[in-house]
């Protein structure tokens, strides 16, 4: 496996702000993922960083309110513009260690991000 | 659309053994996921399911059937640091990860 330094590790911002949340990774990685996870409920995939691309973005989610930059391959950072209560939420990265179908995803600790 | 489904809950009794079953409806298959997520952590990787059949990892189990669109986990001797949400994921014909609700499982005395 690999270790995932996800920072902060908490936050709590307010209205209008924008917070940038980092992602490091002690080995070379191609995929790295952005996942918002909201109380009670499911793993909601944001976005899809592989360097020396642009993040391809998954439904109901705009580069404009989350940028994401992949500078290199242990590195990656997303920020959540503009904030309100409703981004209130538990962001995570994960990466995939090979390529494969058949291999996991592993998560850094996660952000959890609270707006007033 | 694409669908997983996983009980909300379950409860248990330490020592015992529980099956958390999933159920999915995706485009294509490429692999079944489970992961465990403590409150409060980040989810980790249980095991994967790509054939049909069982495959076993201590005290847990993963089972796939990939005609019924169904999976379950089996937990054994169960433990009071078992209780967590555990996520069923199914990586689908584009290899994206589908990603169910989760089960909370809780463990009594």
């Not at chain 1, 996800?6 to 209205?15: A, E, G, N, V, Y």
């Not at chain 2, 020592?15 to 403590?38: D, E, K, M, P, R």
């Not at chain 2, 076993?56 to 669109?69: I, P």
Request: some cysteine.
């Amino acid at each position: 496996s690999a270790v995932i330094s996800q920072k902060p590790s908490r936050d709590i911002c307010q209205r209008g702000t924008s917070l940038t949340i980092q992602c490091q990774v002690d080995s070379q990685v191609t995929m790295m993922f952005w996942y918002r996870q909201q109380p009670g409920q499911s793993l909601t995939l944001i976005a899809t960083a592989n360097q020396g691309s642009e993040a391809t973005y998954e439904s109901g989610f705009v580069i404009d309110k989350f940028p994401i930059s992949r500078p290199n391959l242990t590195f990656s950072t997303l920020t959540v513009s503009n904030m309100s209560p409703e981004d209130s939420s538990i962001y995570l990265c994960s990466v995939e260690l090979g390529e494969g179908g058949n291999q996991p995803q592993h998560f850094g600790d996660g952000t959890r991000l609270s707006i007033l | 659309g694409q669908n997983i489904d996983q009980p909300t809950e379950m409860t248990a009794t330490e020592g015992a053994i529980v099956q958390i079953n999933c159920t999915y409806q995706t485009s294509g298959f490429n692999g079944l996921f489970w992961y465990q997520q403590h409150a409060g952590e980040a989810p980790t990787f249980l095991s994967y399911n790509v054939l049909d059949g069982l495959e076993e990892k201590g005290r847990f189990s993963s089972f796939l059937s990939r005609s019924k669109g169904y999976s379950y986990l089996l937990l054994k001797e169960l433990q009071m640091k078992d209780s967590a949400s555990y996520l069923c994921a199914v990586r689908d014909r584009n290899y994206q990860l589908i990603w169910g609700a989760g089960t909370k499982l809780i463990i009594k005395p």
